[in-house]
Structure formats: structure tokens, C-alpha cells
């Protein structure tokens, strides 16, 4: 099992929407619940980017062009993290990851990949 499980990736027409799902595997439930958690993606040809955050307290941070669109949340008891990306774009292209940068700031999985056809 990955320390960090990324899934719900897939091919997705222009509009449509789709729910990507992030478990932590390793994290006991009280270690989770006090970590921030993030989202980031990496497209063809470019770097890896932010995608949005989300603290401890359900605070959330989102790239400026994604507000609106991406909406990130929390379920602390499954250990969990989820983005529900609404009205895709085929510049949303790109493959998703997960990341604990307090918990585990070193750690990149291989991530779900998200289509979205021109």
C-alpha cells in the first residue's frame, strides 16, 4: 500500500466533472487530522503546479485560475482527501498528485491521470 493513494483519475469530456479521491496510508487518524493537505498536477511539457490546499481546520487554498471550478474537502475519519473538479477544460489535462507536506514533504506517488479531450 502507497503512503499516498491517488484515484478517480480518467477521461472526461470538456464540462464534465469528475472526483479524485487521496488516501494516506500511512498516517494513524489523529496524524491526519492535524496535517495540511494538497493537491498538485503536472501537465505535457510543463513543470508540476499547485492545484489547491487544504488545512486542518477545513481552511482551503486554490490556484487563482482554478477558484470556482475545483472545490477540495476532507474526511478525516477515512483519511482521506477529495477534489471535485467541475466544468473541465483540456487544459485541466494533466496527471493529479497528492501531497502531505507536513506529514510526508519528501513523498510524491505516481498520481491519477485526468484527460479532458480538446
Known amino acids: 500500500q502507497a503512503t499516498l493513494r491517488e484515484s478517480g483519475g480518467g477521461l472526461v469530456q470538456p464540462g464534465g466533472s469528475l472526483r479524485l479521491s487521496c488516501t494516506v496510508s500511512r498516517a494513524i487518524l489523529s496524524s491526519f487530522s492535524g496535517a495540511t493537505m494538497a493537491w498538485y498536477r503536472q501537465a505535457p511539457g510543463k513543470e508540476r503546479e499547485f492545484v489547491a490546499s487544504?488545512?486542518?481546520?477545513?481552511?482551503?487554498n486554490y490556484e487563482n485560475s482554478l477558484k470556482g471550478r475545483f472545490i477540495l474537502s476532507r474526511d478525516n475519519a477515512k483519511r482521506t482527501v477529495y477534489l471535485q473538479m467541475n466544468g473541465l477544460k483540456p487544459e485541466d489535462t494533466a496527471v493529479y498528485y497528492c501531497?502531505?507536506?507536513?506529514?510526508?514533504?519528501?513523498?510524491w506517488g505516481q498520481g491519477t491521470q485526468v484527460t479532458v479531450p480538446s
Open positions: 501531497h502531505a507536506p507536513e506529514l510526508y514533504p519528501n513523498y
Open positions: 487544504i488545512t486542518s481546520g477545513g481552511s482551503t
